[in-house]
């Protein structure tokens, strides 16, 4: 056997993806063959120590959890986290920063859809206690508890907490790179992160108070993690990414776990992005619910004072700023949730 084949961060997507290890496999820990202590959480599920540090807390800056998967179709991100746990394992990459690397939800992975029972980007911040049991509100659960953990640091040392979670989106964006960023009143988001993510190619970032049960919100206002998730274009499958629109995000994300500053670019050039917060949110409520948008409508797309963009009941919703644009559009979601998102310049 090879030291590849021994290696558990180079099967990470594989082990998933070809169901070479059960869920409830024993979890298991041990020394990487290039010298990275690694722990099996759950499924998918890795936390990584550098092996500089013989797995003591001593030099780390962060607690991180770089996070894909939660919906199964987003391979993009799936892939650019399986291509730096290939590079650690082969040692063209030095990890320096104590990591939780998580594939959310391996199920739906394998049936290549974006999520089988519920949402899991919906289940977290105990959501899923309002849900019948099912295999996504384990894993939320799951996933709660491990990073519950994780954060709990090692020896008692508290280090700054980051947590990026990787999707891509439905439909067309007019910025096709874009982060939402949750912030609370006691965790507001700063202007050096903010301008980290410009530095990883991010085109715009979305500003929002708003409590949530998306996986970022739940490390913001749990943790107070420096949180974000991003989008990264439209959604292919397996092997039809063109990987080539995410060197930016993969760069950054490599200099940040190699212990550089994420947005430290080789250029040196610095870039803004447009920066937007959520001014309101347009929710269905009932089955008579309807969305005056066309189904192809991109991400951020603007409308002007007075426009009539929903309709539920006796129920509009009117855009009231001189500009609005309307973000992750869905007619078709549940009634109680949200249908879209409408932002302003922050």
Request: a negative charge.
């Amino acid at each position: 056997m090879t030291a590849a084949d021994r290696s558990p961060l180079r099967r990470w997507l594989s082990d998933v993806r070809d169901s070479h290890e059960s869920p409830d496999a024993p979890h298991g820990e041990g020394i990487d063959p290039c010298g990275v202590r690694w722990r099996r959480h759950a499924e998918g599920v890795l936390e990584l120590t550098p092996a500089a540090t013989g797995g003591t807390t001593h030099g780390h800056r962060f607690d991180a959890i770089l996070s894909c998967g939660i919906h199964g179709d987003e391979t993009a991100p799936i892939e650019i986290v399986d291509g730096i746990l290939r590079d650690i394992a082969d040692a063209r990459l030095t990890l320096r920063e104590r990591v939780l690397v998580v594939l959310g939800n391996p199920d739906a992975v394998r049936a290549g859809k974006r999520y089988l029972e519920y949402d899991l980007n919906r289940l977290f911040q105990g959501a899923h206690a309002t849900r019948a049991e099912s295999p996504a509100v384990q894993r939320a659960r799951e996933l709660e508890v491990i990073v519950g953990q994780f954060f709990s640091g090692v020896g008692g040392v508290r280090r700054k907490r980051r947590h990026v979670d990787m999707h891509t989106a439905i439909r067309a964006s007019l910025f096709p790179r874009f982060a939402v960023v949750p912030g609370t009143a006691q965790h507001v988001p700063d202007d050096a992160w903010l301008d980290t993510l410009a530095a990883a190619d991010i085109d715009a970032v979305m500003l929002t108070e708003q409590p949530s049960v998306t996986f970022s919100y739940y490390t913001c206002a749990r943790f107070g993690a420096e949180s974000c998730t991003l989008e990264l274009g439209k959604v292919a499958p397996f092997g039809q990414n063109r990987l080539a629109d995410f060197v930016g995000i993969d760069a950054a994300l490599r200099r940040w776990l190699s212990g550089d500053e994420m947005g430290a670019r080789d250029s040196g050039q610095t870039r803004q992005a447009r920066r937007f917060r959520v001014a309101a949110e347009i929710v269905r409520h009932t089955d008579a619910f309807v969305l005056d948008v066309p189904a192809d409508t991109p991400n951020f797309t603007p409308y002007p004072a007075g426009t009539v963009l929903a309709r539920d009941g006796e129920n509009t919703y009117i855009v009231s700023h001189p500009e609005e644009r309307i973000v992750f559009p869905n007619p078709n979601v549940a009634n109680g949730l949200r249908a879209g998102v409408m932002v302003v310049p922050a």
